[in-house]
């Protein structure tokens, strides 16, 4: 499990999260889950094209950890834009991912080489999942959750 | 288990006898003397000879030509077939469900389970199953749910495989299934074998094939017994066609003796009661425990010393409740004694032996698959909060459950007034500590779920949190595991009944979620409880047939499609595959999703009978479906809402 973790640590915040044995020793304390962020988007300069890039996001299978929307999954980057900072920042971050197939299956980060996505079709990706805002509402506007908080308030002390 | 010299005149010796008479029958067409021997021997008048030397008509035979008398009636020769004694004897045992899906090989069998007994079909009740493996899967669920076994029925040869897998998942899972397989030698030869369940046998605990009557009774009783007892797993019983049909008039079911557990011995109790009553500040770790009445003595026990606990209750079944005053880090972190029950890496652990340790006991080939170790697999962990003390001693190889009333029985001898008082201030303490924290957390959690709330398709955070408000007041089980739906109920639900999760699937086999959770709310239906499914798309796809059962049976279940249309896990394996071979994403959803068609699946739900709705894409829609198929399931009317949703 320690090497489990350290190797989570280090792909951060762009790599899915390897799930299929998450459940043991889980404790009381349940799972993670970090806040939603509110990080700005950034605002350096886009060439690519959104519309094209929606169907490349599809196609491609991005959405299969980061969520249809950029917001669920084992690594959301809405409101956490890291490595998404600039264009050409996310292309490079696209070719430098792992080239060598690791023994035990993976859901990390895959890497796409410029034969398989090209620089265009990359940033047209990129433009796309630029245009991802947050859907969460306050919390003050969610009344399930308040219900949820509500009733841990009144278990039994 | 030894096999039995014993011959019996069973049903093959009553044919044998059978086809000598008739081939005698015929015989006295042409050789009347022989009729007349048969008559002296049975004591009948011979008539005498006629004219011709035929000999003249009996006074029955005049009789029945002329209408003087009815036919004779047919004569019911087996007055107490062996099957009615089996059932009997699972009777007995306290068996509530028979699981099965016909097959000739237990044609006696059924018939004793649905006609015998006062009231019939009842204790155990037959379950119509539409495959073994959901037969098998629903007792592995049945017994995560309540701590004890209930019985799949499995026909021959064919009948073991189509439910080997699930065998194979509830052996991995330590879970006790009892199964019986007929076995009709005389029948279909491809479904029969000379040893039967030499075909499971790498992965059941224990198996017979008894020859009669009176060792099919007592492999019965065995066959619970083991499943029931530490290291616990699936037992198979083979039943010959022949000794369920046999008259059985004087045969009687011998006296049942329960299991005798490991537990540590009155030393060792002691020193642990000791260590617990004089710590300042003493942590019990609670893995998996066997039975509800387990998590009842390790509440007794922390509540007794005032120890904070830890709980693998948002893991799998059967142990401390989440949400108890005592769960949780505490106010002081640094303890001084740690006592692990059914788990490792404390002071003092008892832990009961692994399946692998029995399995190279036997006379078999063992597959090696390393068995299952305690504390692995989400049965053991620190849990909740805080850090042991000091480093860890080995287990202590025993049943836990067993040894808490030698435990408890010490502490009470032991306490003092004086430290009655000090554990009462540390119990007050304790409580504050887990109140501020669990608030702590669930403030975290709740904060952490708004993301993608609104979102299309629909988060899978979302679908938990709006169930939770829906069933926190109703005694529900979620039988279905979360792994690969985001486990959100973890965070967000109260875990305190010793069925509130049933965990994972074991061996990580699909097909699993839907029996599972049928076993659970067969589990739950005289119990007044419902019973969740967040059911995953692919899983379902092994065993749809449940939904059948599931309505057939009028079980109280809501399934909840997390429908992200594909194999999801495998679907990101193949993306990373591609990517390190430069190959690109763009084919990796061929072989693992589920579109070009998309699967309806409350049209699916309705082909099987059961009520349903969707699919929901728009999430302003899911709380009010949700409570529907609450309400519905609570009628005891299953209830299937189809929900699409993000992939996790």
Request: proline share 7%; hydrophobic share 40%.
């Amino acid at each position: 499990m320690k090497k489990y973790y350290v190797f989570v640590a280090l792909i951060a915040l762009t790599a899915p999260a390897v799930t299929l044995n998450a459940q043991g020793g889980r404790g009381g304390g349940g799972r993670g889950g970090a806040p939603v962020a509110n990080v700005p988007a950034p605002t350096s300069p886009v060439t690519g094209n959104a519309a094209s890039g929606k169907a490349l996001y599809a196609t491609y299978g991005c959405y299969a950890c980061h969520g249809y929307n950029g917001e669920t999954g084992a690594r959301a980057f809405v409101g956490r834009w890291g490595n998404l900072a600039t264009e050409q920042g996310f292309v490079t971050f696209l070719r430098g991912r792992a080239n060598v197939a690791p023994l035990a299956p993976s859901t990390s980060m895959p890497s796409f080489s410029d034969t398989a996505l090209s620089d265009k079709q990359a940033k047209d990706i990129y433009a796309y999942i630029r245009t991802f805002k947050s859907t969460a509402p306050e919390l003050k506007d969610i009344p399930t959750l308040n219900a949820i908080v509500d009733a841990a308030k009144q278990e039994k002390k | 288990m030894a096999k039995s010299n014993k011959t019996s005149v069973g049903r093959r010796g009553f044919l044998r006898n059978a086809a000598a008479g008739a081939a005698a029958g015929a015989a006295a067409l042409v050789t009347p003397p022989l009729v007349n021997a048969q008559a002296q021997n049975t004591g009948t008048a011979a008539p005498s000879p006629g004219a011709a030397g035929v000999p003249a008509p009996t006074q029955a035979q005049i009789d029945r030509e002329t209408g003087n008398v009815r036919p004779p009636a047919t004569v019911h020769t087996i007055t107490r077939p062996g099957s009615d004694l089996m059932v009997q004897t699972i009777r007995e045992l306290g068996i509530e469900y028979v699981a099965a899906n016909p097959g000739s090989s237990f044609e006696g069998l059924q018939e004793s389970f649905i006609n015998y007994g006062n009231p019939p079909n009842r204790m155990p009740e037959f379950i119509t199953a539409l495959h073994e493996e959901s037969a098998v899967t629903m007792a592995h669920g049945y017994a995560k749910a309540e701590g004890k076994p209930m019985l799949a029925l499995l026909h021959g040869t064919i009948g073991i495989q189509h439910g080997a897998m699930s065998v194979y998942q509830a052996y991995y899972d330590r879970v006790p299934v009892l199964m019986i397989a007929g076995n009709d030698p005389d029948f279909i030869a491809a479904h029969t074998a000379h040893d039967m369940a030499g075909m499971v046998r790498s992965y059941t605990k224990w198996d017979a094939e008894p020859k009669t009557i009176d060792e099919a009774l007592v492999a019965i009783q065995r066959a619970y017994n083991e499943a029931i007892t530490p290291p616990m797993g699936p037992t198979l019983v083979v039943l010959g066609s022949e000794i369920q049909k046999d008259n059985a008039p004087n045969t009687k079911i011998p006296a049942y003796k329960p299991p005798v557990f490991v537990t540590i011995d009155a030393t060792r109790a002691k020193e642990i009661a000791k260590s617990l009553v004089e710590a300042q500040n003493p942590r019990i770790a609670v893995g998996r425990l066997r039975t509800p009445e387990g998590v009842q003595r390790s509440v007794e026990l922390a509540e007794l010393v005032g120890a904070s606990t830890s709980t693998a209750a948002t893991g799998g079944p059967m142990s401390f409740p989440q949400r108890h005053h005592l769960c949780g880090p505490g106010a002081d972190t640094t303890y001084d004694y740690t006592l692990g029950l059914e788990t490792g890496g404390a002071q003092a652990s008892i832990t009961g032996p692994a399946l692998s340790k029995t399995a190279a006991t036997r006379d078999s080939v063992h597959i090696g698959f390393g068995g299952t170790v305690p504390g692995a697999g989400g049965r053991g962990g620190g849990g909740r909060g805080g850090r042991g003390g000091a480093a860890a001693a080995p287990p202590i190889e025993a049943d836990a459950e067993a040894s808490l009333p030698l435990i408890i029985e010490e502490v009470k001898r032991q306490l003092t007034s004086d430290q009655k008082a000090r554990i009462q201030a540390r119990i007050a303490k304790h409580t504050t500590a887990n109140h501020e924290a669990r608030l702590t957390a669930i403030t975290q959690a709740v904060e952490s779920k708004r993301a993608g709330w609104n979102g299309t398709p629909i988060s899978t955070a979302r679908i938990y949190a709006e169930l939770w408000p829906l069933i926190m007041n109703e005694d529900w089980c979620l039988a279905s595991p979360s792994n690969f739906s985001g486990g959100h109920h973890v965070q967000l639900w109260d875990h305190n009944k010793p069925y509130s999760y049933l965990g994972g699937q074991g061996a990580g086999g699909m097909g699993y979620g839907a029996p599972a959770s049928v076993g659970a709310a067969l589990a739950a239906k005289a119990r007044n409880r419902i019973v969740v499914n967040v059911q995953t798309d692919g899983d379902l796809n092994y065993s749809p047939g449940v939904l059948w059962t599931a309505v057939h049976h009028k079980l109280p279940m809501l399934t909840v499609m997390h429908n992200n249309r594909a194999w999801h896990q495998e679907y990101m394996f193949v993306e990373y595959m591609a990517g390190v071979r430069g190959r690109g994403d763009d084919r990796a959803h061929i072989g693992s999703t589920l579109r070009d068609p998309y699967l309806d699946y409350a049209k699916m739900a309705a082909g099987y009978g059961m009520a349903g709705e969707g699919p929901i894409t728009d999430p302003t829609k899911l709380s009010a479906a949700l409570k529907r198929g609450v309400a519905s399931a609570k009628r005891g009317e299953p209830y299937l809402i189809d929900v699409i949703t993000q992939p996790r």
